[in-house]
Each structure stands twice: as C-alpha cells, then as structure tokens.
C-alpha cells in the first residue's frame, strides 16, 4: 500500500466544466410543472411547493408571512396537534417559509411513509382552515420575538439601512411594526390564500431518492385535478426605490458597549449582465474570511471580530450591504477604512495571486453547493425564482475563471460608489 507524503502539497486542478445535473421536467395533467432530481442512496426525499405569492404581493405588512406559516396551525381534516404529533411519528419534517415573490412548502419524509407523509401535506395545501385561537398564539409569540428583537443594535440598523435605501412605500423599505401583527385576521389570511395558494400558481420540485411510486403519487394528490381558487396568474408589479438625501442615519441606544454599523446602497439587477461579475468584485471585497475588508479591519486593525459585504438581491434592484458590530470608540476608524479599501479596489489593480485565491475559494464553493440532491434542488428553485437559464451553473463557473484584475478595478469603479454608500450607526452616541 502506498502511503502518502504530506510534505508535498496536493496539484491544485482548474475545474474546466461543472456538471451541474439538470431536474427531469413535466407538466401534470392539471398543468402544475414537476422538477425531479433523482440523486442519492438514503430513502428519503424531499418536497417543495413553490407558490408565487410573497411580500411583493401582500395587500398589508405580515399577510403573506403568516399566511405560509399558519398552513400547518389546523385543516379541515386534522388539527394542529395532530399535524405535528403526524409528522413526528413518521420521522418527517415541514418547512414553510416565505420571501419576496415567492411562499414555500418542503416537506422531508421516508419513503416508506411517504403515503401517510403526503396525506398530512395535501391537507395543509388544499385545506388550511386559519383557526383564530392559534393565530392569536401565534402572533403573540411573534410579537414578543419582535420587542426582543428591537432591543438589538444589528436588527435596528437592518432596519433603518432597508428604509434609507428603498423608502418607506417599497416592500424592502416598509418596517414593520408592532401593530401590524394585530391587524392579521382569519379573513385577512384567507383572501390571500384564494388568490394565490392555486394549482395555475404553483410548481413542484422532488428530490432525493425519487421511485416511480413516488411521483405517481406526488401526480395523484397534486397533478391530476385543479386545485384553489381563481386560477389567476399574479400581476408582475414594478416598486421603484426612493433612497433617503441622508447619507448618515444614527439609531442611538444608548446602554450598549458595540454599536451595529451598516453600509449600503441599491446595486444591480440579476439580469444585469455585471451582476456575476459583480458578485466576483463583491467577494473578494467582503465576501469571504480572506477577503480585504477582514484582512484590513479585523486582523490588522482588530476593530471587530468580523466585517463582509455582499449582494442581496431582491426583484428589481438589488442592496449592497457592509454589515458589522465594533465596540462605540472604533466606528468612525472602522467607516474610514471601509472607504480606503473602496479606493484601493478602485484605483490598484488586484495582484494575480489575490485573485488566484477568490477564484479557488468561490469555485469550491459551488462544488460544495452541488453534491446533494437537496442542495441540487435549492439550486434550480434558485434559478427559476431568479429568471435565469439553464446555462446559469456554466456562466458563473466561467465569469469566475475568466475575469482580469482590470475588470475587477473597472467594476469598483463604477458599482461601488462612496457618495450613494449609506451608513447606519446603531448604539451608543460619542461625543
């Protein structure tokens, strides 16, 4: 047997091509689109309903959030103690979750119980019945989650960087307060569910280890007959950001020993065609442990255990965040250097090695993101809720291998702007 010599270090391999494996695709009978990547030897897969239907398109603040997450509070077949005491002795797990454009259902489940499994989850979809008692519940744990939240410098200064960049009338920018969970109703959920929980509304992804008899009976339950209400299609709704003049907002509270510093502006468009490049630009700003504004702030000037920046993309418009905590003393050092990072990224090119790094980093990411049939599906829903292709996985792989240290002082230049950053200062005020 050979052993190996660990004196010398492993070649490192360019990943020339990224096979990203692609869902078998079908449309149902009743016209719901099926995603199924087969991947994987445990017996268990998963179930995601994806209902477009998110904040985007909410008619007050919380009534798509609590809408996705009452599903599972009660149905006309089963009670809420039911469903979980259900799931729990099958050994499955529901997750329901909600974003911009978008609600989602996933179901986890063995496959040999995946007929009981899938009972508990067409009544969920189909036949939610929003009882009030546990809605009340329920809102009033969220409040209380919100009072302890609002006692947080990070979640007041996330708060007021969303309102300053996109104004308070856009769905990023409109904070919610805590009346707003009073004013969620039985009848406020219910006329969102009828518009949008539909089978015209909905598409669904199965992964894992994916049998014949478990599509039948994913087609059975959800692609034989139409289920809802309407069967309209939602309005495509455009919300234009109105960022505030301030370039400066201070949240002050003042019994705090760090303060939160957030710093952002409105960045690209997924589709924009620098967006992959962008987020190449970003990375190696913020973006990872090795990246400049770590190197700088924490490990040189030791300001704060940890900085990054990234892209958060939302429809429309996207945000650049710079998102940190540094004791009270440090914040104005620690914005100055953010801006000399800005400028070296803006006017030196970056050395071949730096990049060299980046690259490695950000591939092994994507290698890493891909090697389970679950990971492969959050892919493609990520993919379908963000308008890209097919060829997404190859253009990102060949955006990272191929871009220049000139392409990235370009795109410093013209996507990270000193004068629209805003900065966000929650804590203590110093004189």
């Known amino acids: 047997m050979m052993l190996l010599d660990r004196t010398i270090q492993p070649k490192v391999r360019d990943i020339e091509h990224l096979a990203v494996q692609m869902p078998q695709r079908f449309i149902m009978p009743n016209g719901v689109p099926l995603n199924i990547l087969n991947s994987g030897d445990n017996e268990v897969v998963r179930i995601d309903l994806l209902i477009e239907g998110g904040r985007w398109h909410q008619s007050q603040p919380l009534q798509a959030l609590f809408t996705n997450r009452m599903l599972r509070e009660g149905t006309l077949r089963y009670s809420t103690l039911e469903i979980a005491e259900k799931l729990d002795y099958y050994g499955a797990w529901l997750e329901l979750s909600s974003a911009s454009e ?8 063995l496959n040999k119980y995946l007929p009981q499994t899938l009972d508990v989850l067409e009544s969920i979809v189909k036949e939610p019945t929003f009882p009030e008692k546990e809605l009340g519940v329920v809102a009033e744990n969220n409040i209380q989650q919100f009072i302890v939240n609002s006692s947080k410098v990070d979640f007041l200064a996330h708060r007021a960087l969303m309102k300053a960049v996109y104004g308070g009338q856009h769905p990023c920018g409109r904070l919610v307060q805590k009346e707003d969970y009073k004013r969620i109703t039985p009848d406020v959920l219910r006329k969102f569910y009828d518009r949008y929980y539909h089978s015209r509304n909905c598409t669904i992804y199965v992964s894992g280890k994916v049998g014949d008899d478990c599509v039948r009976r994913i087609e059975d339950l959800f692609g034989r007959e139409a289920f809802g209400k309407g069967f309209q299609k939602p309005e495509k709704t455009d919300f234009v950001p109105v960022s505030s003049v301030d370039k400066r907002i201070f949240v002050e509270y003042a019994d705090v020993m760090q303060s939160a510093v957030r710093m952002g502006m409105l960045s690209l468009e997924r589709c924009h065609p620098d967006y992959l490049k962008a987020r190449v630009m970003v990375t190696l700003f913020g973006g990872y442990f090795g990246s400049r504004l770590m190197s700088n702030i924490r490990e040189e000037k030791g300001y704060t255990y940890g900085i990054s920046a990234g892209i958060a993309p939302y429809p429309g418009q996207g945000i650049l965040v710079i998102n940190t905590e540094t004791a009270n003393e440090f914040v104005e050092p620690l914005v100055r250097e953010v801006y000399h990072e800005i400028d070296r990224l803006q006017n030196d090119p ?38 890209f292709g097919d060829t997404h996985f190859e253009d990102v792989l060949n955006t990272i291998k191929n871009i220049t240290p000139e392409e990235i002082r370009e795109l410093a230049g013209r996507y990270l702007c000193k004068e629209k950053l805003k900065e966000v200062i929650s804590g203590k005020k110093m004189s």
Do not use: H
């Open 350 to 387: 970056v050395p071949e090695d730096e990049l060299f790094m980046v690259k490695n980093y950000m591939l092994g990411e994507m290698c890493r993101s891909y090697e389970s049939a679950f990971s492969l599906a959050d892919a493609w829903m990520f993919v379908q809720v963000s308008g």
């Open 102 to 109: 978008y609600a989602y259902i996933t179901l986890y489940s």
